[in-house]
């Protein structure tokens, strides 16, 4: 049977169309999101003169993916751009609406196909993709719900008890999730017939979550992988010596969710020479927290995808002490980039005894000792990092692809 796969944005979405295309299983690919020269928005990007032009080329390259077969992709709507455009300027709110109305307009848009009589299983992404299944499970489909995040019941307990003494870390958005989504949550759960997700941590929290058997025993944990042709070109990564500074990296949302208040607290800990910071993303936290450590950082805000690989690559280690993670695809693409990892638990549990430090536990003093690890034992970092990129290959697109037909196997499908 062929498989469906929709989402109103990208995540990895895409990633799991080619799977199911190579596999020749992939009915159709729905999402908001999928770069087209010659339609509207990406036609702006000629219309715009000099670098305007080049900056919207750059973000329109992000949702590039050139072996897609342009024939088994459906588009709608240009409202992920809006909502996208509404979160840089730092509205937060606004982009939570958009979000919203951009998933009905994309659930209508598809909705034909899932009741016609054409044989074909669905597989969609957490937090869009209630009303599509339920559709569907009225036609007799197999729904297949891929969660990107752990149980919001449980990250608004961790929010809530981080929050106690890290109060001023966080903007309103960040302390919880609302319990209207959470309810939604629990509807897609139900109306699942599997559900999958990137680490045994998010799977802990969705049994924990939910306290219900029948939905614990729908679970199965999938590995995501690390887009290879855009880091395929990377050397080995170089030995570190004992006169240079480690170079950390920190990249993705800016926010106290992500342990960013930890590194900054343990960076603090360590003479200047000793160590430097790049962060990459977003910037989620109160400027004027983030004033007090900027003088130790260098901060750059959301790059094009492209620019990811090089960036990686000129550091050393990369930071990832997570208090609640979905998986982390960061962590797979640090390891292709040559890089040691320090990473909490609560992630997809990408590190080995080889590869780097699983923090212990998730606060400052825990941070630091791994940071001064990495500095003070330069032979372990320079074997760490020398050994990243075979164990990367663990995360391959072969190996997400291989995977995925097991999957189905074991489903029937």
């Not at 019941?153 to 960040?174: C, H, K, S």
């Not at 924990?208 to 058997?213: N, V, W």
């Not at 360590?270 to 962060?279: F, G, K, S, V």
Request: a neutral charge; glycine letters at 6%.
């Amino acid at each position: 049977m062929q498989v469906a796969v929709f989402h109103p944005g990208t995540q990895h979405s895409w990633q799991t169309a080619l799977a199911l295309q190579e596999l020749g299983r992939l009915e159709w690919y729905a999402t908001s999101l999928f770069y087209q020269p010659d339609r509207f928005p990406y036609s702006l990007e000629r219309m715009l003169p000099g670098r305007l032009g080049e900056r919207l080329h750059r973000q329109f390259l992000r949702v590039s993916h050139p072996r897609l077969d342009p024939a088994l992709v459906r588009t709608s709507g240009t409202i992920e751009w809006i909502e996208r455009l509404a979160s840089k300027l730092g509205a937060r709110r606004a982009a939570r609406g958009l979000d919203a109305l951009g998933n009905r307009r994309f659930v209508a848009g598809i909705a034909a196909s899932l009741v016609s009589a054409d044989p074909f299983a669905l597989w969609g992404y957490s937090g869009s993709s209630l009303s599509s299944f339920t559709l569907a499970k009225q036609h007799g489909r197999t729904c297949i719900l891929d969660r990107t995040n752990g149980d919001f019941r449980i990250y608004n307990a961790m929010m809530a008890e981080l929050a106690d003494q890290y109060g001023e870390w966080f903007v309103p958005t960040e302390r919880s999730e609302p319990q209207a989504n959470i309810d939604r949550d629990q509807r897609e759960y139900e109306v699942a017939d599997t559900i999958l997700v990137g680490s045994p941590f998010a799977a802990q929290t969705i049994r924990d979550g939910s306290g219900d058997p029948a939905i614990a025993a729908k679970l199965r944990v999938l590995n995501y992988c690390f887009d290879e042709a855009l880091f395929a070109s990377l050397p080995a990564p170089k030995p570190v010596s004992r006169d240079e500074p480690v170079k950390f990296l920190f990249l993705g949302l800016v926010i106290p969710r992500k342990g960013i208040h930890l590194i900054l607290e343990a960076l603090s800990r360590i003479p200047r020479e000793q160590a430097e910071l790049t962060i990459v993303g977003a910037n989620g936290i109160p400027p004027s927290v983030f004033a007090r450590y900027a003088d130790r950082v260098t901060y750059i805000p959301t790059v094009a995808r492209s620019d990811v690989p090089r960036i990686m690559s000129e550091h050393h280690a990369f930071l990832l002490p997570s208090y609640f993670e979905g998986a982390g695809i960061t962590l797979y693409e640090a390891l292709a980039s040559g890089c040691a990892l320090i990473q909490s638990r609560h992630c997809a549990e990408a590190v080995t005894p080889q590869t780097g430090i699983m923090l212990d536990a998730i606060d400052t003093d825990h941070v630091h000792a791994a940071m001064m690890k990495v500095i003070e034992d330069r032979d372990q970092l320079n074997a760490w990092r020398a050994a990243a990129q075979g164990e990367a290959a663990n995360y391959s697109f072969a190996h997400y692809r291989a995977n995925i037909a097991a999957l189905l196997d074991e489903m029937g499908i």
